[in-house]
């Protein structure tokens, strides 16, 4: 079974741009959940995705956002980039919805490296 | 403010020895917790969790330990092995569901031949 897959792997922006982030789920899995990794504060949660519909929400300002389709792919949107937004952005597939219960593995992709220059 | 602390950044061990990373939280909500492994270029990987109704739970070489007076959970490594090097994140939820998971900054385990 293939795992979950994120592109791109890289990326370069310049600050006030957007930029647009793709994940694509294990086979089956509909939960699709968004983290950002960064030195300074570690891993953070951004928003669940589950059946098309945003269930879980961090806190993140709403620059960042994003949307899931019919086929539980995902798609995080940040727009007018800031320097702070230089980050590993990860997502992680779950069988069903991060509320559904504690016993709900993720598992992640390898994540997308956003450079903000 | 951070709810969940791993206050040592890196650890070495040396191959056969006992890994002992640790993971304090504030927030007496929680009611589950777990740890992830992480390897460069690789997304984490779930490696044990624990519920807040038990004060132990074991798988094979791994072992987490919960002390909810202190706000405290640790998870031991036994025996160590070179293949264990990686970083280690500890997360806490609450509510009954994964959603939200806070997560602690990690500590870069080193295991030496």
């Known amino acids: 079974k293939a795992g979950v897959t994120q592109t791109p792997r890289y990326l370069i922006k310049t600050r006030g741009q957007q930029v647009t982030l793709s994940c694509s789920p294990i086979?089956?899995?509909?939960?699709v959940s968004w983290y950002q990794q960064t030195p300074g504060q570690g891993l953070q949660f951004l928003f669940e995705y589950f059946s098309e519909t945003q269930r879980n929400k961090g806190n993140f300002p709403g620059r960042f956002s994003g949307r899931q389709f019919s086929n539980s792919r995902s798609e995080m949107n940040v727009s007018t980039l800031e320097l702070g937004d230089s980050a590993l952005y990860l997502c992680?597939?779950?069988?069903?919805?991060?509320?559904?219960?504690?016993?709900?593995?993720?598992?992640f992709g390898p994540g997308t490296r956003l450079t903000v220059l | 403010d951070q709810q969940v602390k791993q206050n040592s950044p890196s650890l070495s061990v040396q191959e056969g020895r006992i890994s002992i990373l640790n993971c304090d939280y504030t927030?007496?909500?929680?009611?589950?917790f777990l740890w992830y492994k992480k390897y460069p270029a690789e997304g984490p990987t779930f490696l044990i969790s624990i519920s807040s109704i038990k004060d132990k739970n074991e798988d094979g070489r791994f072992t987490v330990f919960l002390n909810k007076s202190a706000k405290h959970l640790s998870l031991h490594i036994v025996p160590s092995q070179p293949g264990d090097s990686a970083v280690y994140f500890c997360?806490?939820?609450?509510?009954?569901?994964?959603?939200?998971?806070?997560f602690g900054k990690g500590t870069k385990l080193s295991v030496k031949p």
């Open positions: 927030n007496s909500m929680f009611d589950y």
């Open positions: 997360a806490a939820t609450r509510g009954g569901s994964q959603g939200n998971l806070i």
């Open positions: 992680a597939s779950s069988l069903v919805s991060l509320a559904a219960s504690w016993y709900n593995e993720q598992f």
């Open positions: 086979s089956g899995h509909r939960s």
